[in-house]
T-cell receptor, first 114, second 114 residues
Framework: DTGVSQNPRHKITKRGQNVTFRCDPI?????LYWYRQTLGQGPEFLTY????????KSRLLSDRFSAERPKGSFSTLEIQRTEQGDSAMYLC????????????FGQGTRLTVV | DQQVKQNSPSLSVQEGRISILNCDYT??????FLWYKKYPAEGPTFLIS?????DKNEDGRFTVFLNKSAKHLSLHIVPSQPGDSAVYFC?????????????FGKGTKLTVNP
């Protein structure tokens, strides 16, 4: 299967710890996105890469969040000094092409901060 | 400020009947719309889309209608099946300064009863 892959699927961490999530997009897709979803809400945009360039970062992302996409392939999302409010589903999506094409989502990483 | 609104958090229908899920938007710059379906603990899956130059797009049991003057779209599922039970998200791409992201509604949870 060559869909979008996210690891880990679940992560439980203590408040104050750092966590890192990985996303492997569909191989030929040049656009990669991170979203966050909390209960009762739709996915909320976090950041966008076109190839290796990070073109937009949401105001939702505090200084504790950083994302990278080295060489325009896989991407990582790191959260430093986690807080309970960071508990959410973190979704990665990728696409090839313009505004009139669909984005393909991974299965997400469920983060629980205790 | 929600640019994409799904005002019905839930909908319950009988198997074989029609399901109608509604979505309203406020940004007149939106010109493409997508519906995603999400099962628990999985990422959203693309279902169907529509361009603003059309007022209807059909794919099997799924039809999306767009009323630009009312800034309203709807997803019709007929006949509804128990496997359609999921959360449905309406989304629109937003482009700003070289970046692009999806703006999602809060979702409608559809339950199809056998």
């Amino acid at each position: 299967d060559t869909g979008v892959s996210q690891n880990p699927r679940h992560k439980i961490t203590k408040r104050g710890q750092n966590v890192t999530f990985r996303c492997d997009p569909i191989s030929e897709h040049n656009r990669l996105y991170w979203y966050r979803q909390t209960l009762g809400q739709g996915p909320e945009f976090l950041t966008y890469f076109q190839n290796e360039a990070q073109l937009e970062k949401s105001r939702l992302l505090s200084d504790r969040f950083s994302a990278e996409r080295p060489k325009g392939s896989f991407s990582t999302l790191e959260i430093q000094r986690t807080e309970q409010g960071d508990s959410a589903m973190y979704l990665c999506a990728s696409k090839l092409g313009g505004i009139d094409t669909e984005a393909f989502f991974g299965q997400g990483t469920r983060l629980t901060v205790v | 400020d929600q640019q994409v609104k799904q005002n019905s958090p839930s909908l319950s229908v009988q198997e074989g009947r029609i399901s109608i899920l509604n979505c309203d938007y406020t940004n007149s710059m939106f010109d493409y719309f997508l519906w995603y379906k999400k099962y628990p603990a999985e990422g959203p899956t693309f279902l169907i889309s529509i361009s603003s130059i059309k007022d209807k797009n059909e794919d099997g049991r799924f039809t999306v209608f767009l009323n630009k003057s009312a800034k309203h779209l709807s997803l019709h599922i007929v006949p509804s099946q128990p496997g359609d039970s999921a959360v449905y998200f309406c989304a629109a791409p937003l482009t700003q300064g070289g970046s692009e992201k999806l703006v999602f509604g809060k979702g409608t949870k559809l339950t199809v009863n056998p």
